[in-house]
């Protein structure tokens, strides 16, 4: 590695109160039902796939979640966040991936079928269409971060938390999340 800093890149668990994530919690009996993920250690932008306007659930797709406004709308979200140690190279393909994502936003688009079908554990790959946590594992596999024993498309957000080079660094209320609290559980930024 070139640079004396470490990178990071963050995933992002959350479960709100939204009316889908509610059900897919009833199907799920998961913590957490959301995935997300970014670089920014203060979370300034949060990138998955996802509702486009936060009063309503379609259109879905690419989206910076710190822009659509769904973690406004609750005064509680339940969250954890787990950091990847990675690599200049690796820091770099990621980048280059999410200013690919920004740029042909137009393209993509939420895999609603993948998402009924993920509860009955049939993978559905459709080319231009992800759910939340195949996003954010497409992503870590194709930047070499992490991998996955399963179909992509059978990726759910438990399966981050386990992981073997995820470190949890924050369990809280998303509301509540500072980059003090990240520093607070010994993540070193030299």
Known sequence: MSSTQQRYIYVVLTQTGTRIARIIKLFTRAPYNHTSISSDAELRSIYSFGRKHKERPLPSGFVDETGVGVFEMFNSIPCEIYAFAVTDEQFASYEAMILHFKRKNDHYGYNVLGLLALAFGIPVYRKTRFVC?????????????????????LVKPDDFRYLHNAKLVYKGDMKKFSLEAVLGASLQHA
Do not use: D, G, H, P
């Open 133 to 153: 946590s195949q996003f954010v594992a497409y992503i870590l596999t194709e930047c070499r971060i992490a991998s996955f024993r399963k179909n992509l498309c």
